[in-house]
């Protein structure tokens, strides 16, 4: 999902050996908007719009890649518009969309049920109560909010998360026909249109379709070039063909442009298997700075770090408070899939069958929540589309 990229995490690259030269395009990005004025400035007109509109704008910049100090200021900026209009829906909407990043997706799903009592819903609105309610586990209610979204705002975001939720039940080929047509449909070469691309190939790579995974992944690699999300997608990619040695070097490149810890314990976990240890050691010490920081804000990471704790060292306890904690607040399949695969490696049979139960009620073809639900140390790749999923247009 998103995650802080300021001068600690790229600390952490630099120690890790990860990190490009400086002037490379990360740095160089941030120049050039310093530079050209492009970072939205404070509103200089009086009354709600121009904050609201400057909460937005924030928003959407920092869908992938949030920096704590404007996350602290979107936050600012909605409370602001609250207190002098707290019978404004467009605020809650905002306030939800919030929430979602911060990982408080109850707190999400009531701010959004709020602005639906205020005013009538929005794809914005809609689409979050969807996606605040995959989540939250709550599917049916999800399958419900995301028919509303596709009846009165048809378009790549209602049938992305339409195609989400066919898969997430076991639907793959459903999940696909409703985004081929889509794809075909303007307006081509959007982020949305990127976006989806990347949802078709993650769907055709968790069902063993190659082919169309690689076809869909250049088509987005052209639309989306360098972004890590892309590049993430292209390592897994390269392992499902066999080629580790390539995939690592694709993970060490994302992770350049973005630490995420998704990205770091997929690495990880790939230099262990084709014995890398030198990579394996270096990826060591980045998550655990990246642990660090992740325990010192929004806690985003506590899925992949208690698979990350669990596997490195299951007696060390670190693992089940994380996956505990992260079921408690994001109670999806994969939530108890987690905790069914780290209460295994301490031995916790009974419970651990009991949460691997709920982890494959819907028969999701995800082979990684499977081998969690099993309880393997499994190298199986890709994970969950639910990384893309989150970021859904």
């Given at each position: 999902?998103?995650?802080?990229?300021?001068?600690?995490?790229?600390s952490?690259?630099?120690?890790?050996?990860?990190?490009p030269?400086v002037?490379?395009?990360?740095?160089?990005?941030?120049a050039?908007?310093?530079?050209?004025?492009?970072?939205?400035?404070?509103?200089?007109?009086?009354?709600?719009?121009?904050?609201?509109?400057?909460?937005?704008?924030?928003?959407?910049?920092?869908?992938?890649s949030?920096?704590?100090?404007?996350?602290?200021?979107?936050?600012?900026?909605?409370?602001?518009?609250?207190?002098?209009?707290?019978l404004n829906?467009?605020?809650?909407?905002?306030?939800?969309?919030?929430?979602m990043?911060?990982?408080?997706?109850?707190?999400?799903?009531d701010?959004?049920?709020?602005?639906?009592?205020?005013?009538?819903?929005?794809?914005l609105?809609?689409?979050?109560?969807?996606d605040?309610?995959?989540?939250?586990?709550?599917?049916?209610?999800?399958?419900?909010?995301?028919q509303?979204?596709?009846?009165?705002?048809?378009?790549?975001?209602?049938?992305?998360?339409?195609?989400?939720?066919?898969?997430?039940?076991?639907?793959?080929?459903?999940?696909?026909?409703?985004?081929?047509?889509?794809?075909?449909?303007?307006?081509t070469?959007?982020k949305?249109?990127?976006?989806?691309?990347?949802?078709?190939?993650?769907?055709?790579?968790?069902?063993?379709?190659?082919?169309?995974?690689?076809?869909?992944?250049?088509?987005?690699?052209?639309?989306?070039?360098?972004?890590?999300?892309a590049?993430?997608?292209?390592?897994?990619?390269?392992?499902?063909?066999?080629?580790?040695?390539?995939?690592?070097?694709?993970?060490?490149?994302?992770?350049?442009?973005?630490?995420?810890?998704?990205?770091?314990?997929?690495?990880?976990r790939?230099?262990?298997?084709?014995?890398d240890?030198?990579a394996?050691?270096?990826?060591?010490?980045?998550?655990?700075?990246?642990?660090?920081?992740d325990?010192?804000?929004?806690?985003?990471?506590?899925?992949?770090?208690?698979?990350?704790y669990?596997?490195?060292?299951?007696a060390?306890?670190?693992?089940?408070?994380?996956?505990?904690?992260?079921?408690?607040?994001?109670?999806?399949?994969?939530?108890?899939?987690?905790?069914?695969?780290?209460?295994?490696?301490?031995?916790?049979?009974?419970?651990?069958?009991h949460?691997?139960?709920?982890?494959?009620?819907?028969?999701?073809?995800?082979?990684?929540?499977?081998?969690?639900a099993?309880?393997?140390?499994?190298?199986?790749?890709?994970p969950?589309p639910r990384?893309?999923a989150?970021?859904?247009?």
């Amino acid at each position: 999902m998103t995650g802080p990229l300021h001068l600690l995490a790229w600390s952490l690259l630099l120690i890790a050996g990860l990190a490009p030269a400086v002037g490379a395009a990360p740095l160089n990005e941030r120049a050039s908007t310093r530079e050209t004025g492009a970072r939205p400035r404070a509103p200089t007109v009086t009354g709600i719009e121009p904050t609201l509109n400057l909460a937005r704008d924030l928003l959407q910049r920092n869908r992938t890649s949030r920096e704590p100090a404007e996350a602290e200021r979107v936050r600012v900026l909605i409370r602001q518009a609250l207190v002098s209009s707290p019978l404004n829906a467009q605020a809650w909407t905002l306030s939800a969309w919030d929430e979602m990043n911060r990982h408080s997706f109850r707190t999400a799903l009531d701010a959004v049920e709020r602005a639906h009592r205020l005013a009538a819903p929005t794809a914005l609105s809609l689409g979050l109560q969807a996606d605040a309610l995959v989540e939250l586990g709550r599917y049916r209610e999800a399958v419900a909010a995301t028919q509303q979204l596709l009846d009165h705002f048809p378009g790549l975001p209602a049938l992305c998360r339409a195609a989400h939720l066919r898969w997430l039940h076991s639907d793959a080929d459903g999940a696909i026909a409703l985004l081929e047509p889509a794809l075909r449909a303007p307006p081509t070469g959007s982020k949305s249109h990127a976006w989806a691309l990347l949802q078709k190939a993650e769907v055709e790579l968790n069902a063993g379709r190659i082919e169309p995974a690689e076809r869909s992944l250049q088509r987005a690699e052209t639309l989306f070039p360098g972004k890590p999300e892309a590049k993430a997608l292209r390592a897994r990619l390269l392992e499902a063909r066999g080629d580790g040695h390539r995939a690592l070097q694709q993970w060490q490149d994302s992770l350049a442009g973005y630490p995420s810890p998704d990205s770091a314990v997929a690495a990880w976990r790939l230099a262990r298997r084709i014995g890398d240890s030198e990579a394996a050691q270096r990826l060591d010490r980045l998550l655990e700075g990246l642990a660090r920081l992740d325990s010192r804000g929004d806690p985003l990471f506590r899925r992949s770090l208690a698979e990350y704790y669990a596997i490195k060292d299951p007696a060390s306890g670190r693992a089940e408070p994380l996956a505990r904690q992260e079921l408690a607040q994001r109670p999806d399949i994969y939530g108890h899939a987690l905790l069914a695969f780290v209460l295994r490696q301490s031995g916790k049979i009974v419970e651990a069958d009991h949460h691997a139960r709920l982890a494959l009620r819907l028969g999701t073809p995800d082979r990684r929540l499977r081998h969690w639900a099993a309880g393997a140390d499994s190298d199986a790749t890709p994970p969950a589309p639910r990384q893309l999923a989150a970021r859904l247009p």
